[in-house]
């Protein structure tokens, strides 16, 4: 008995029947549908990379040794990155078996969902979806504590040379700072860097490297603006 006879004849006595077409037809939109739905969960955690920094800075890096609070904020955006390189594996791999993609190399599906979810995530950066998406996470999912309250946790350790608030009072070489506890330090700034886009002013939120001189004394090393544009932070954060 031929080859082709013996899968007739299994045909024939299994029963064998061929499967509908729109089975076939729609695996194929599942897939992909999971690549773009794992290319925008990929795209959502670059905006967050994105966010994380513009929130953080890099200044903190020069501090990373102070504390493993301040270590695990400056590395946030790392576990993120693993978190968009995951999205990226899962979506190459739901669309390699797709129609004709199998054609193309794994290394060019990478290099196009890459630049398809840094792009995306970018502009959705941009346009402030990042900073929607951290504050539904802070609302929404009680054991989430945002980039902000961690921030502030960072830049409130005047023993550890940081400390954070709001000017309430300018002098010569001096200021008046409120922290977020509503505590008022008298702030040494006779030898301070101040940030060339800082205006010194009641009302302007900042943050200062420098030495805690006494219960509630502090000499600034550094100042600089809270977050983004002076008085008009992308991360203000309100003094009750």
């Known amino acids: 008995m031929s080859n082709a006879q013996k899968i007739l004849s299994k045909i ?9 077409e729109w089975i076939f037809t729609s695996g194929e939109w599942a897939k992909r549908l999971a690549y773009f739905v794992f290319i925008l969960m990929g795209s959502a955690s670059f905006s967050i990379i994105l966010y994380a920094i513009s929130v953080n800075g890099f200044d903190l890096l020069q501090h990373v ?17 693993g978190i968009l390189t995951f999205f990226l594996g899962a979506s190459i791999f739901s669309v390699l078996y797709t129609g004709k993609a199998y054609k193309y190399s794994f290394g060019k599906w990478m290099t196009l969902s890459t630049g398809i979810s840094l792009t995306l995530g970018t502009l959705f ?16 999912i009680e054991s989430y504590e945002s980039l902000l309250e961690k921030k502030t946790a960072i830049w409130s350790q005047p023993d550890l040379g940081t400390l954070s608030g709001e000017i309430t ?10 922290d977020w506890k509503n505590q008022h330090w008298t702030i040494d700034t006779k030898s301070s860097f101040i940030a060339p886009i800082l ?7 900042i943050k200062l490297n420098g030495q805690k001189t006494g219960d509630f004394g502090f000499t600034a090393e550094k ?6 544009a002076p008085g008009k932070c992308a991360d203000e954060k309100k003094i009750e």
Do not use: Y
Not at 126 to 140: C, H, R
């Open 65 to 81: 040794k102070h504390s493993k609070l301040e270590s695990l904020l400056v590395l946030l955006p790392v576990f993120w990155l």
């Open 169 to 178: 009072e300018v002098g010569n070489d001096f200021i008046v700072l409120k």
């Open 199 to 205: 205006e010194m002013e009641p009302g302007i939120q």
């Open 125 to 140: 950066f941009i346009t402030g979806g990042a900073k929607w998406l951290e504050n539904s996470f802070e609302t929404n």
């Open 223 to 228: 100042i600089r603006p809270w977050g983004g």
């Open 12 to 20: 024939q006595n299994d029963n064998i029947q061929p499967k509908p």
